[in-house]
């Protein structure tokens, strides 16, 4: 959800900016459906499903190469926290601060 908020947030704030604001849309796009994709049943795990949901970005980067002939850095930038955040994601999803942190909040 912070990915989101960043992405959606920079999108509001560069509304005016038609060519980053669209890309920063579709890049909260991307980090949303990571959990519905992992949640259909021919996704064996949450892995399979990030990387699945990086075609969102590969989708607009090809779109970019073959409509501007070069990629937006935004793209580049975005998908490469979206999957650097991953594996940041499973790390912390495995410490107990995290495992105490969500009974707190379930509690």
Do not use: C
């Not at 991307?30 to 075609?55: D, K, Y």
Request: hydrophobic residues 60%.
């Amino acid at each position: 959800m912070v990915l989101f908020a960043a992405f959606a947030g920079a999108a509001l704030w560069k509304r005016r900016q038609p060519e980053i604001h669209r890309r920063l849309i579709l890049l909260s796009t991307a980090v949303v459906v990571t959990p519905a994709i992992s949640r259909l049943p021919f996704v064996p795990n949450a892995i399979v499903a990030l990387v699945l949901s990086t075609l969102f970005v590969a989708a607009g980067i090809v779109h970019d190469w073959r409509s501007r002939r070069r990629v937006h850095p935004i793209y580049i930038w975005g998908g490469l926290i979206i999957l650097m955040s991953g594996p940041v994601r499973f790390a912390l999803g495995q410490t107990g601060a995290w495992h105490a942190f969500a009974r707190f909040l379930i509690e």
